[in-house]
């Protein structure tokens, strides 16, 4: 038997855009409502002041009417002025992308970079930053999907705050599976998005802006306005009778305001075990198959995505396409440094079940078996068990 | 971590109600047309033709307004004559069930019964039908799902037609997931429903009827008419422009197109053989936990529902409990005579993948070694992959 | 410009079964769950507690699972005792045909029949209880769709009560729409369902019992038990953990949830009025059309359909036609005694808005013009208008 | 009876964004799947092709992940070279609008500018474009919602392209709804999007570009790159195996996805049809009902919008309040030019209906009665229907 490539998987456990939870594919099937009629404003006002619970907010967060890379793009030409020192932390190909706006926009940009399994050091951030003092902005990608590398951002945000730099954050595949949260990290403009942990689709940013980014970006004559770049025009967007810059996305609303109420009513900490506890079962499982993680360490390893190193001679393509077509499972292959050196498999917001972990680790064995490389399937499934059974 | 008991399961295993494919869910939201006018009646007749061809009928098949239940109870009422002698057999408690409906209507009904694990022989029946010549109908369940066991509806059909009596067959829980149809059993009432390995939601009866049948019925005083209970009032009903009795059940009909369209879409037999690995790999991996299935053999065990014994000490409540609570995995206890003995995991449409087969297993295998069983899920799940591997 | 024919129309006035909700439509596409987990559990225990709040019981409502043609049959085979004396009042085909059940159950059945444009008036049947005291069941239809016309019930049932009979009421196409409820008409039994004024597609039946009937059913020897036609088999059911006769029309359940909520949450008082003005608007306006209306006096004209006598020389085929390939809307035509001489225009549930109406005899007066009828279009928009502005 | 400000409207005749198609609430629906599977990157191949069969293009049209004021930005951002001289047409805020960005990225812009009730002539463009020779690229609003105006947008692309310049259209609310396509005027960039006539969720840019303007923007070393304000990221994205810049708007290409297949399956110049007999229809009312509409003349009226003048003594706010609390009818006020001075009622996609304008004009008519408007509803409802009647 063969699953058609033509057609849905049976499972999929990709690093987003994630197959949606029921309830939010169900919101998006709501009538779309006039933008500027009374049952869509006190919608828009609702979903935001949730927004802000579950961002634990103390000012309002903005919804950017694009997917997170129009956030990312957005901080940049928002917050460096042309005249700042950006220093750019970099593990991984999220880090090094944004280095080029950084590029675009700042009269100086210093790259700290690590190797792509690693993570970033606070204390190398506080060196650089001795030795760039006039550094005005930092910015950094807290997961790596492509590499499953999870940098330590609350630390480095104590240390750009101490400098007095501001701190753009990149949560975009973190925020929503495990516990961050833009005030934790002292963020000056923190980026996610709803299509990863949250479990809805595409097309938004979620953005969290500090007190102090309003008003470098005000005083920034370079900060876009009157533009799809602008964060400036949505201050405010849509409370409190407010107009709207343009039409917002109001279907991807619909699916955030679903997203939201699972993401609070399941309590957040309830979410990040999940996560957790996914991923804990599934990399036992990937050492038990003699296999390893592409993270230097357990430590720095991704709650939301495993990034799982191919074996020698087992190659990413032939093993992807047995794992679709007998199993029905669908994982990603490598992006940037791992293209065609690992395979990742995803566990955020409705596919982050132990569950599909043990489905996963099972076809993986099967799969490798298949190829040629000598593993133990049976192993991998007891001892990821185990972990099951200690989660209490 | 733990399921809340009063949210939906990650993963459900139950023999029916099915969770249904996305695709019926889908159009369960298309609106509820008007069933007087075109749109409706055209969908109608289009429904009823693909069911004709899924259900390889030479005849009209009928759609009944309710759940399978009804069709049976409609069909004793309308066909068993009240001097008739109806052979009733007996491999579990439909069959045995069939019988209260059978005295209701006919003058005389001898059961043929065996054990519960066990099915039916044909040349039984014949032996039967040579003591009791004045037979009119015989009835069978093809398959019990509260026993996970199968009777040899083919052979026993020819032994039926050849002694000129009229077959009832309840394929509720076989059709749509193993070679089975009206016509290769020589059925003259053949009842069946949309909610088991079709993949849609209950509350229709699908119903074979021969030409034999529909003169009986007609011939028949006692037979339903102005009733819900009522055959004859269906039929054409719907076709060519005539009216139907009454309101249809609408919705359920938008996703009994949805589901037809899937079963001949994937093609019959690849559906088949889906349920069918699913099933073997499901059995295989069973042994190897050192468990056995309530069937007295493999040969006469169900694809579409695995009944496994209970092994000693371990109790219904708490096995079904821990893996809801700790997996997310929801399977039915037992019915009938498997009630408190064993757990019936089915493997009907959405739910017919070994991947699903495998993950079952695995959750089987931990939530047996938490509640004291000495059991190996490394080498269930080895062996399941090896079915898996093997299937090509 | 001309609608299809096999197209949905753009606006859709008939007598049930009604487009539905959007928030119906909705929760159709919710997944099916198993009827023997416990969010469905919980789930049916909730929509039982709404419906009898909905229904304004002080006994729990039951759901049986089919339309309430289920239903009516149910109640006349349950109730009726097989030496009962039933009074059929008749005021209309729905009235005429409960007579062939009350027939088939009873020993003697007595009709009370009046022309098909006119209500049964209480002294009449006060009077024939005198002269046949040993009624047993009185049964009556609330609201003739064919005819447009309404019957007294709650007089009818004080008349009932104080004899000591037991009244079945059809509330089918009126409840939800106006305010009637079985305990105001003192029923022993009163049937209704959810695809007239509440808005959700068919194929349930919600049934009001009382405690006398409850005792009369349980008494009667030849009440259907272990049938889908018992009332008995589902005294309970799905409450306090005890199991359904059967499988229950899940997906059927999960819309007439949402449409209790919806008809809760607008305000019963509400929502009858909505009812009762776009009635109204649309009555004056048929006047003022030169049309009349089939009810013999406003008085008896229901809120829920306006059946409207078609002038001389235009053809129902011709009207209907023309409506719905000019303008798009969709109107039943005449059923029974109205076939051919009347057009059926509901207003019912998601259909019940003063606007519609207003939209409906425009149309009307346009098609109407256009086959030849002297009419004055212009006339009946402006006094439609006049309701709706004194409508405050 | 009043309608609650906080539910949805009975009936919505806004200019976008638009109630959407019922099939296309259900696409929205869909599961949303991983974008780099073959079963998505096939369908938006698909969808690709059926847009360039709706856009009657002869190359292949771009979907940009923003609504088209992302579009709009974008085109000027791309097109404009910093040495350009652009002559900005200007009929409404529309066309001043986008005047900014000309001026944000041209060197000179030479505003062309009529009242805000009139078309440009293509002859003034003719002799601007002799006055000022250098220019480069030319701009036009096709319709101006704030004003119901359409202006005659082939006959200035052929001006345009005798003299060699390029022109950028904003066709957002007009096509789908009446006979306008990229080539057809000669557009270098032709913006539209999916909210309004289309009858889908907002959230998408639609995009015909030529290739003239492929090869101007590729010489454009300012063009944007890398942004999400590139069109050139954007060339031949998803299609044979090429990768998308960044993620898509998934579920929303699922809704553009059956939105095109409704536009396609009616039939374009049905649907073209549809729109501009609700029009007329509309128009011919409102001059009956002694109002006059903003657009100077009827040739130059829309057949998506018509944009209403408020009699004397008539405040905006009331009337749209009247309408929706006593109608549940919503329409929209006035935009710039036209804020407190007219209202605007749509005809697009879905709300494209005759009998839905005449609701409309009844509704109106009732209110600005109630305001103490001296008009004539019933006169309006004639001449109306008079429209419809010829319309054969």
Redesign the interface.
């Known amino acids: 038997?063969?699953y058609p490539?033509?057609?849905?998987?049976?499972?999929?456990l990709?690093p987003?855009?994630?197959?949606?939870y029921?309830e939010v594919?169900?919101a998006?099937?709501?009538?779309?409502?006039?933008?500027?009629?009374?049952?869509y404003s006190?919608k828009y006002e609702f979903v935001v002041e949730r927004l802000q619970s579950a961002m634990q907010l103390s000012t309002k967060p903005l919804i950017l009417?694009?997917?997170p890379?129009?956030g990312l793009?957005a901080a940049a030409a928002s917050l460096i002025a042309s005249d700042d020192t950006v220093l750019n932390l970099v593990s991984g190909p999220y880090g090094r992308g944004f280095g080029?706006?950084a590029r675009r926009y700042g009269t100086q940009v210093v790259d700290l970079e690590v190797p792509d399994n690693q993570a970033i050091d606070s204390h190398a951030v506080s060196d650089l930053l001795k030795r760039y003092p006039q550094t005005a902005v930092v910015s950094v990608c807290h997961h790596e999907t492509p590499c499953g590398t999870i940098n330590p951002i609350n630390e480095i945000g104590a240390v750009v705050a101490d400098h007095g730099a501001l701190l753009i954050v990149d949560a975009v595949s973190s925020f929503g599976g495990m516990n961050t949260h833009p005030e934790d990290c002292q963020a000056a403009i923190y980026v996610t998005g709803p299509?990863k942990c949250l479990g809805a689709?595409?097309?938004l940013t979620l953005l969290g802006v500090s007190t102090r980014a309003w008003a470098k970006m005000k005083a920034n004559p370079t900060a876009p306005r009157?533009?799809?770049?602008s964060i400036l025009d949505w201050e405010d967007a849509g409370l409190g009778g407010r107009r709207f810059p343009?039409?917002?996305?109001?279907?991807?609303i619909n699916?955030l305001d679903a997203a939201l109420d699972l993401y609070l009513a399941e309590r957040p900490q309830?979410v990040w075990?999940?996560h957790d506890?996914t991923a804990r079962t599934f990399r036992v499982g990937i050492a038990a198959l003699s296999l390893s993680i592409w993270a230097a360490s357990d430590a720095i390893a991704s709650p939301t995505t495993t990034v799982v190193r191919l074996p020698e001679g087992v190659s990413e393509a032939e093993l992807l396409g047995d794992l679709r077509a007998?199993?029905?499972?669908?994982v990603?292959g490598g992006r940037g440094p791992t293209t065609g050196k690992a395979i990742r498999v995803a566990h955020m917001g409705p596919a982050a079940?132990?569950?599909?972990a043990?489905?996963a680790l099972?076809?993986l064995?099967?799969s490798l078996?298949?190829l040629g490389f000598d593993t133990?399937?049976?192993?991998?499934?007891?001892a990821?068990?185990q972990v099951?059974?200690l989660?209490?």
Chains 1, 2, 3, 4 share one sequence.
């Open positions: 038997m063969r490539h033509d057609k849905p998987p049976v499972l999929s990709t987003g855009p994630v197959p949606v029921p594919l169900h998006l099937s709501r009538q779309v409502p006039y933008d500027d009629d009374l049952p006190a009417q694009g997917e890379v129009l793009e080029v706006w299509a689709p595409p097309a009157g533009s799809v770049l343009f039409t917002t996305s109001i279907a991807d699916a309830a075990a999940r506890l007998r199993y029905g499972l669908l990603s079940h132990p569950l599909h043990i489905a099972s076809a064995g099967g078996q298949r133990s399937p049976g192993a991998a499934i007891e990821a068990l099951v059974e989660s209490t």
